[in-house]
């Protein structure tokens, strides 16, 4: 494993990288929840990256932004929800290394402006709205802008949905390196790390870490978005990609999906989730978000109270998103 773990992190060095998190977050245990289950539990913070008000994103946007600033790149454009945390942490990378942003969100302009829209604002990104929330139709806008900047001179810089793209896919390999990390300052292992799933790319980078350092447990995802089969392909695709751009390969066993907790689809709120977030702000002092870790977590309660990770070491990610809960409508 020793030998695997530094080519990977070799060939990780070899990629252009903006330093924008505090990494290596925080990785503890969840006393109360461990108590009550009879289960270890901990927590991996990624919540706490300390960029732009945290969240799994930032991770990828440290290669991203690597890459658009070798290439001399001045305009950043993506897209994603009313309130993605991708887009707010993307506007505020592009206001951190001095580029414009431009971001295509799904929705109508609200009165108000809260939560990561409001956020956005504040960092000075240039919002454009598509009323529409099928993935598709933003990423052709967000295609359409990027060519009219394009047009005017600017050095564009698109970046796809949630920066599930390999170069975006590599900041979640080295998120599985410092939870290798993290299991030897704890002096534990895990045995089964579980996570909010959306657009796959940090289930796509934990595999990666996991088939290219060999790494014995499990990675379960907790589908936000769409249901198991399609997230499963989609997964293991840029697994693929992204292990051969890192001169690795994995395999399509280690890709688990559960998409029982994701109830009527994305961003809409389950109680299974209300009850999960106000467990873990009620035991742990924790606050997760009703789009991803809330569900997440509804997946890691039920699975503990079902007896189903008996005897298992369990590392909950937690990936952020809380900003949503000071949005309104
Ligand atoms: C807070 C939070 N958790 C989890 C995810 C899911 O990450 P991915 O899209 O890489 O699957 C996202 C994606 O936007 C997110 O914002």
Redesign the pocket.
Known sequence: MEKKLRYLEKRLRSFPREPLSLAPTPCHRLNSLSQIYGVEVYCKRDDLTGFGFG???TRKLEFLIGEAREHGCDTLVTSGGIQ???CRLTAAAGAATGMTVHLVLGGRRPKEATGNLLLNEMLGAQIYYVDSTDWNALEAESERIARELKGKGRKVFRIPI?G?VPVGIAGYVSAFIEVLEDEIRLKKSFDHIIH????????AGLVVGKDMTGWKGSITGISVAMERGSLERKVFELAMETATLLGGRVSRKSVLVDDNFLGAGYAIKTDRAEKAIELFARKEGIFL?HV??GKAASALLEWLSRGNLDGQRILFLH???QVELFARG
């Open positions: 969240g799994n994103k993605s945390n991708f949630g599930s909010a799933s959306g657009s796959g790319g940090t289930q978000d991803y870790t990936t952020g998103g």
